[in-house]
Each structure stands twice: as structure tokens, then as C-alpha cells.
């Protein structure tokens, strides 16, 4: 199977956010305030499909904007043009440009790149984890000494009750919680160390698919709200952490609020 490299994939994604850096943008609401889009997803959007299609002619696309969902062949790339628009939108820096690729049911190739902060998170499975070049690894801490992130449900707001719920009795047992606004980056610092634990009661699969190979390759681990492997081609829950005792802790804690809101 003709899997491109990592670097071709790195240039393209470079290339594109160069579509980012810039003040005059257009913003339009798709449902009310919470879901918002700029014309700089849709420029680096359109950027990303016609250059990887002519990298890769066979290949098929799920991308969060224009209603793009061809997941039927087997090479799939998964592309958040912006993931944090509304960080994007107001000049915080925590927003990404997130491309996979998948291959039948596995991701092999995830970019997570932050123009603002110049952080660039790679990975290539079986490969590793890195950053700006740089081999990257979770952190040992326990859960006591975890910093968890996470977000209240900003486009389903009626789970609000429980969301908190779920980060107030994670937030007694470990050491601290960071909430960025955006899920790609969060994760990337979970598979840096600059966090332990992640909990997000729904996210699209360009949400998450890019930074879940760069979490696992980094030494962590990841599975929907049922413990279960995630799918990234459909939404889901995700939780994660640097290690395996960490992550059944965190699942016992999401589950017992899950089944006791019913």
C-alpha cells in the first residue's frame, strides 16, 4: 500500500497554515455562537484536500467542513482544518491544523501542527511520538498527581450537569484540571507530559484521530466512554491518560456518572 511520508505530509500541512496567519477572516455561525466558522477553515480546508488528493489520487476524505465523508476506501484522511476555531477566532493561541490518515481501521500517519505557538506534533505508527523533531514520551505521574483536560459540552449543553459531575470527582482525587478549547492540542500535550489524564463526553473523529496515533505512539492510551477502542470515523466519547491504571481510573469514575444519570 503506497502510505506517503511523514515529511511530504509535514510540508503540505506547513504549507497550509500559511492560510491561518492572517488578521482579515470572515466568521459565520453553523448552529448559534458555540459552532462557528471562519473562512480560514474553509481556505485551509480546500487546501489540504487538493494536495493530498494529488499526493494520493485513491484516497478518500472526512473532513469537519462542507459536509465531506467519504470513509468507503480503504486510505482515508481525516482532516480538522482548524481545530479550536474559536480560539482562532479571538487570537488564542491553542488552535491546530489536524490531519490522519487511515488505513482500513488503523491510523498510520497524524500531524497536529499550532502555527501561533510554532509546535509541531508528528507521528507515523510503529515510529514513535514527536515534537519540532524531537522524540516525545507521556509522563510517569500518578493519578494523584495527574493535571487533567477537558471541556463542558459547548454544543450539547444539556450534558452539562453530568460533564461536571464527571471533572468534579476526577478533580478530588487528582492534582488539577486545564480546559485550552481545543481537543487536538490537548491531547498532544498528554502525549508530551504536560498533562495525564484527558475526558471529552463527545468529539467528532477530526476531533481527535490525528492526535490519538501521537498519544499511543508517545507511550498512552486512549478508548471511548465504554472503555472500548475508539472508531475514528464516527463520533464518540474519548478518554485518555499516560498509562493503563490511570485510564481504568478514570473510565471507573466516567462510567459510574454515566449510568447513574439514567
Known amino acids: 500500500m503506497n502510505i506517503p511520508s511523514l515529511e511530504s505530509l509535514v510540508d503540505i500541512v506547513k504549507e497550509a497554515a500559511g492560510l491561518m496567519v492572517t488578521d482579515g477572516f470572515d466568521i459565520s455561525q453553523k448552529d448559534g455562537f458555540a459552532n462557528i466558522v471562519t473562512s480560514s477553515d474553509v481556505a485551509v480546508q480546500s487546501f489540504l484536500c487538493d494536495r493530498l488528493a ?8 472526512l473532513c469537519e467542513e462542507e459536509d465531506m465523508n467519504d470513509t468507503s476506501r480503504e486510505l482515508t484522511w481525516i482532516i480538522d482544518p482548524i481545530d479550536g476555531t474559536a480560539n482562532y477566532s479571538r487570537g488564542i493561541a ?4 489536524s ?3 487511515k488505513h482500513a481501521a488503523d491510523i498510520v500517519l497524524g500531524v497536529v501542527y499550532l502555527p501561533r505557538t510554532g509546535e509541531l506534533f508528528t507521528a507515523r505508527r510503529g515510529c514513535g511520538a514527536w515534537l519540532n523533531g ?14 487533567m483536560c477537558t471541556a463542558l459540552p ?3 449543553k444539556e450534558h452539562t450537569g453530568l460533564c461536571s459531575a464527571i471533572i468534579r470527582d476526577v478533580f478530588m482525587q487528582c492534582n488539577d484540571i486545564r480546559r ?3 481537543a487536538a492540542p490537548e491531547l498532544c500535550y498528554l502525549a508530551m507530559g504536560r498533562c495525564e489524564l484527558y475526558f471529552e463526553y463527545m468529539l467528532s473523529p477530526w476531533d481527535f ?9 508517545a507511550g498512552g492510551m486512549l478508548a471511548g466512554l465504554d472503555g472500548q477502542p475508539l ?4 463520533q464518540s466519547g474519548v478518554i485518555a491518560a499516560n498509562n493503563k491504571e490511570n485510564l481504568q481510573k478514570l473510565l471507573e469514575v466516567v462510567k459510574k456518572k454515566v449510568q447513574s444519570s439514567f
Not at 54 to 61: I, Q, R, T, V
Not at 134 to 147: D, E, L
Open 54 to 61: 494529488a499526493l494520493l489520487p485513491e484516497s478518500g476524505f
Open 94 to 97: 491553542q488552535c491546530a491544523i
Open 99 to 101: 490531519v490522519a490518515l
Open 134 to 147: 524531537r522524540r516525545i514520551t507521556v509522563s510517569a505521574r500518578p493519578f494523584a498527581n495527574a493535571v
Open 154 to 156: 459547548v454544543y450539547h
Open 180 to 182: 485550552f478549547g481545543a
Open 209 to 217: 484521530a490525528a492526535a490519538s496515533l501521537i498519544v499511543t505512539e
Open 231 to 234: 472508531t475514528c470515523t464516527r
